[in-house]
């Protein structure tokens, strides 16, 4: 780990003026960063730890939704808040996938939002990464690229985003809350928090320097079933290979209304509007959930060792649907 | 005091305990040593108190340490091990504001003012926590490296379901599940054992969950 200054932060706005410095960065739970660090992956000058801001809370809204403060633990939100836990299971679910209690227990809601991708050559320092180190080159392409995105991604970085949270929250149409060094808020809908890889992946992210994630804001959650579906390498603790998040509303033996995200194939949670849009008015039939997931995957594109992602990226949204349809 | 002595030939730093009711500890840089050119990079030392095992302890301490670190390197307590040393292992499972967490991946400096639980702080004058039982009864473990851990674990587990708390296998997450060996497996999931007690040790957290002979 290289030296750094370490710095509590007792307010939001002296925290938004110290992480502003190039060199600076925002330290929470830690989980992803302190690793990162400790692999030289990640070398900031200067910590500011925010992790004693009043940021750890989950209210009501006016509207009827919650307001999940940054600082609020995956546990906390997951497994504590009965609100979450009634209202908004696809959250919870989506939130107990990922990890393991231990981690749970420290990493935090803003953190899971902007934790680092989990390629194997962001990993590794002695091999091209344009994420890690611009200009380098990309080694997944022609290399092990069995856990990287298939939707999305450029030829400068075909990096997956690791978080299971996002991707229910994606599909719950989340608002990222923010404020600024100047102290000026603004938010962001969750789906537009993340930037396109294109040929700057290691900007990530529209935040700019110094920006702070203050809370997500969860909308009232839509009518219909919600299902979070996981597929990984292991029955427990591991990144998704694919993942789903729908919402599926049924209206006799008709889709009224659907929500679908995916995880693992881009270098955000995957919205597809492609899908939502061919079940709507559709029977809830597997045949109707297979076209769905074939237009949400007509523009994928495998690099080969995670072709494999496309059909079981389809097979998992017909599981996840067909679950929440009650087709068992 | 020779178990305080021998903290010296941990650290190279100078020791000062005080005798006052709780052991104090202090940790701070000769301000000659701070000046040589191989101290130059090192960042300023924070001042940590820790309350570990119900013993305060205040300590002087880069602040890259993780609290697995300031436990085993500074502290003398060994007892919470460094397997993978990035999260995956759980061999360094404590029990910090009465959750679980893996030290490994904390920042000691973070950790000011807060109450820590180690493996060493489970038995109670002589008589080991009933969950340290179960595992020697049931030979929840082989080489015994990760069991410190397991058993970090394993306590905070039972807490946590006490609480209610739903977990990934849980059918209805709104609910408060059944401690099945299925729910068990998945809550310690963070904690691997390269020996694969597993059966073993799920049947000794069963057996303390289900109040048995303790």
């Known amino acids: ?328 | 005091m020779d178990d305080w002595l021998s903290l010296q030939h941990l650290t190279s730093r100078r020791l000062f305990l005080k005798t006052t009711g709780v052991a104090t500890l202090a940790l701070t840089a000769p301000p000659a040593l701070a000046e040589t050119a191989a101290e130059a990079a090192v960042p300023p030392s924070e001042q940590v108190r820790l309350t570990i095992n119900g013993q305060r302890y205040v300590v002087d301490l880069d602040p890259r340490t993780t609290l697995l670190d300031a436990l085993r390197e500074h502290l003398g307590l060994t007892g919470s091990k460094k397997g993978c040393d990035q999260g995956q292992c759980g061999a360094c499972t404590i029990i910090v504001n009465g959750q679980r967490i893996n030290s490994c991946l904390a920042l000691a400096v973070m950790h000011d003012g807060d109450e820590i639980t180690t493996i060493e702080g489970l038995a109670e004058e002589g008589a080991l926590d009933p969950m340290q039982a179960a595992f020697v009864r049931h030979d929840g473990f082989q080489c015994g490296y990760c069991t410190p851990g397991q058993i970090c674990s394993a306590v905070a587990l039972l807490a946590e379901h006490d609480a209610g708390w739903p977990s990934y296998v849980t059918a209805d997450v709104a609910t408060a599940p059944a401690l099945t060996d299925a729910e068990i497996a998945e809550r310690m999931s963070g904690n691997i054992c390269r020996c694969s007690a597993y059966p073993n040790i799920v049947a000794a957290i069963r057996e303390v969950a289900e109040g048995g002979r303790q």
């Open chain 1, 1 to 328: 780990m290289t030296p750094f200054r370490y710095e509590r932060a007792s307010e939001i706005a002296f925290a938004c003026a110290s992480a502003a410095q190039p060199t600076a960065k925002f330290i929470a739970g830690g989980t992803n960063l302190v690793d990162l660090m400790k692999l030289q992956i990640e070398t900031p000058a200067h910590l500011v730890d925010i992790s004693r801001l009043p940021l750890d809370r989950i209210e009501e809204t006016a509207e009827g939704g919650l307001r999940i403060g940054a600082l609020v633990t995956n546990s906390a939100a997951a497994a504590v808040d009965m609100r979450v836990r009634r209202r908004y299971p696809l959250l919870a679910q989506a939130i107990l996938a990922g990890a393991s209690t231990q981690l749970r227990n420290k990493a935090t809601t803003g953190g899971n939002l902007l934790q680092r991708t989990r390629c194997a050559y962001f990993y590794d320092t002695t091999k091209p990464c344009n994420k890690r180190a611009p200009g380098s080159g990309c080694a997944a392409l022609e290399g092990l690229n069995r856990m990287n995105a298939v939707l999305g991604v450029s030829d400068h970085c075909i990096a997956a985003h690791p978080s299971d949270m996002a991707v229910a929250m994606t599909a719950l149409d989340a608002v990222v809350e923010t404020v600024a060094p100047d102290g000026s808020a603004r938010t962001i809908p969750i789906d537009q928090l993340y930037r396109p890889p294109g040929n700057t992946p290691h900007i990530e992210t529209v935040l700019e320097p110094g920006e702070l994630i203050v809370s997500v804001l969860l909308p009232p959650p839509a009518a219909g079933r919600q299902v979070y579906r996981k597929v990984r390498d292991r029955a427990s603790f591991a990144f998704a290979l694919v993942s789903v998040a729908a919402i599926l509303d049924l209206h006799g033996d008709r889709v009224r209304a659907a929500r679908v995200a995916f995880g693992g194939l881009s270098y955000k949670p995957w919205r597809s509007a492609e899908a939502e849009a061919a079940l709507v008015g559709a029977p809830a039939t597997r045949a109707a959930f297979d076209a769905a997931g074939t237009a949400a995957l007509q523009n994928a594109r495998g690099y080969g060792h995670n072709d494999f992602k496309i059909p079981l990226a389809r097979r998992t949204l017909r599981a996840t649907l067909s679950q929440a349809a009650g087709l068992a």
